[in-house]
């Protein structure tokens, strides 16, 4: 009898993996569970067998059945839950349209140029954004009585360096990585640091407190001026189209030594002026020169025998003249109805 309830369990169990309808599981309760079903047969027999194994049958006849009873349940709750939620599926109304996400204007710029100065053979280097007062400052050539250093514009940090200094400041450019990448790489050298930047500045519709700079080097024998101004023209020719001029105005740099403003034909005028451009027909878009031989001397490169030059672009406001945004505000507020036009 022991053997012949197992038996029946077993088969009830693998039949009930089966069903996935309520029909197929009625004829299944009908077949092992009803009243004549085949467990109810099994206990009809009960009264043939002696006391004690009556007994010990009946006890384990309870059990299955008990068993059973709760494993059928437990099915028949799955499917009509399952047969309840398909009841209100209707195949003719349209699903709900997943949103995704774009990528933000400045890594969209961040990533063409990256790009394109990779077909120049110029290598991409990030930098740390928590920087010395060494390598931010005195390794580009700005003493420490230097205005650039003064507490309105730079965010120093409460932190004390490796030689136990508070001397640690958020970086203010992304130049603190011209020299970090001299010594690692030596030279002959092309890289460009693109990076988030800080200044302890006001904001407004045209200054932000934090925003993203993209850092140049050509560091190599004999290179020159002229060398210089053929990359940052392919540059402007890449950004605002092949008939983009580009000139140099002198300008101090502490770290570069000749120093030059650049300048490119405005891209909304051509040249002919107008309100972007401030009715001058061109935009000023970065920094360059040559590098200073002190900054040269720092990264470990001798100025006798080699020579480089390096330029800076602000990102922010070059994406800013490339969709035309009026606000440099709008890149950090995290407002979707800004990002997603991108």
Same mark, same amino acid.
């Given at each position: 009898?022991?053997?012949?309830?197992?038996? #029946?369990?077993?088969?009830?169990?693998?039949?009930?993996? *089966?069903?996935?309808?309520?029909?197929?599981?009625?004829?299944?309760?009908?077949?092992?569970?009803?009243?004549?079903?085949?467990?109810?047969?099994?206990?009809?027999?009960?009264?043939?067998?002696? #006391?004690?194994?009556?007994?010990?049958? !009946?006890?384990?006849?309870?059990?299955?059945?008990?068993? $059973?009873?709760?494993?059928?349940?437990?099915?028949?709750?799955?499917?009509?839950?399952?047969?309840?939620?398909?009841?209100?599926?209707?195949?003719?109304?349209?699903?709900?349209?997943?949103?995704?996400?774009?990528?933000?204007?400045?890594?969209?710029?961040?990533?063409?140029?990256?790009?394109?100065?990779?077909?120049?053979?110029?290598?991409?280097?990030?930098?740390?954004? $928590?920087?010395?007062?060494?390598?931010?400052?005195?390794?580009?050539?700005?003493?420490?009585?230097?205005?650039?250093?003064? +507490?309105?514009?730079?965010?120093?940090?409460?932190? *004390?360096?490796?030689?136990?200094?508070?001397?640690?400041?958020?970086?203010?450019?992304?130049?603190?990585?011209?020299?970090?990448?001299?010594?690692?790489?030596?030279?002959?050298?092309?890289?460009?640091?693109?990076?988030?930047?800080?200044?302890?500045?006001?904001?407004?519709?045209?200054?932000?407190?934090?925003?993203?700079?993209?850092?140049?080097?050509?560091?190599?024998?004999?290179?020159?001026?002229?060398?210089? *101004?053929?990359?940052?023209?392919?540059?402007?020719?890449?950004?605002?189209?092949?008939?983009?001029?580009?000139?140099?105005?002198?300008?101090?740099?502490?770290?570069?030594?000749?120093?030059?403003?650049?300048?490119?034909?405005?891209?909304?005028?051509?040249? *002919?002026? %107008?309100?972007? %451009?401030?009715?001058?027909?061109?935009?000023?878009?970065?920094?360059?020169?040559?590098?200073?031989?002190?900054?040269?001397?720092?990264?470990?490169?001798?100025?006798?025998?080699?020579? !480089?030059?390096?330029?800076?672009? !602000?990102?922010?406001? $070059?994406? +800013? #003249?490339?969709?035309?945004?009026?606000?440099?505000?709008?890149?950090?507020?995290?407002?979707?109805?800004? $990002?997603?036009?991108?």
């Amino acid at each position: 009898m022991k053997n012949k309830l197992e038996k #029946l369990r077993d088969d009830f169990l693998e039949s009930l993996q *089966k069903i996935n309808d309520l029909p197929a599981l009625r004829e299944l309760e009908l077949k092992y569970l009803s009243r004549k079903g085949e467990l109810n047969g099994l206990l009809g027999e009960l009264k043939d067998l002696s #006391l004690e194994m009556r007994r010990e049958a !009946g006890e384990l006849a309870n059990v299955i059945k008990q068993e $059973l009873q709760e494993r059928f349940n437990e099915v028949k709750t799955e499917i009509e839950k399952k047969e309840e939620s398909a009841a209100y599926l209707d195949p003719t109304v349209p699903g709900e349209k997943i949103t995704t996400g774009s990528l933000h204007p400045l890594t969209l710029l961040r990533r063409e140029l990256e790009e394109f100065f990779a077909t120049l053979g110029f290598m991409v280097m990030d930098g740390p954004e $928590l920087e010395s007062e060494f390598y931010n400052f005195e390794a580009l050539n700005v003493p420490p009585h230097h205005p650039a250093r003064d +507490m309105q514009d730079t965010f120093y940090v409460d932190l *004390k360096n490796k030689q136990g200094e508070y001397d640690l400041t958020m970086r203010t450019q992304t130049s603190n990585t011209q020299v970090r990448a001299m010594r690692k790489y030596g030279v002959p050298l092309k890289v460009i640091m693109p990076g988030r930047v800080f200044r302890s500045e006001a904001t407004d519709a045209r200054h932000e407190h934090t925003f993203y700079q993209l850092e140049g080097v050509m560091v190599g024998k004999n290179i020159n001026f002229a060398q210089m *101004k053929s990359v940052l023209e392919a540059v402007g020719k890449k950004l605002y189209g092949p008939e983009t001029k580009f000139r140099m105005r002198p300008k101090f740099y502490p770290f570069v030594e000749p120093g030059s403003n650049g300048e490119y034909t405005c891209f909304l005028c051509q040249g *002919k002026g %107008c309100h972007v %451009c401030k009715y001058s027909g061109w935009l000023e878009i970065l920094g360059c020169g040559l590098i200073h031989p002190d900054v040269l001397r720092a990264g470990g490169v001798d100025p006798e025998q080699y020579s !480089g030059f390096a330029f800076g672009f !602000g990102l922010n406001r $070059l994406a +800013m #003249l490339k969709y035309g945004i009026n606000d440099i505000r709008l890149f950090n507020a995290g407002d979707l109805r800004f $990002l997603q036009q991108f």
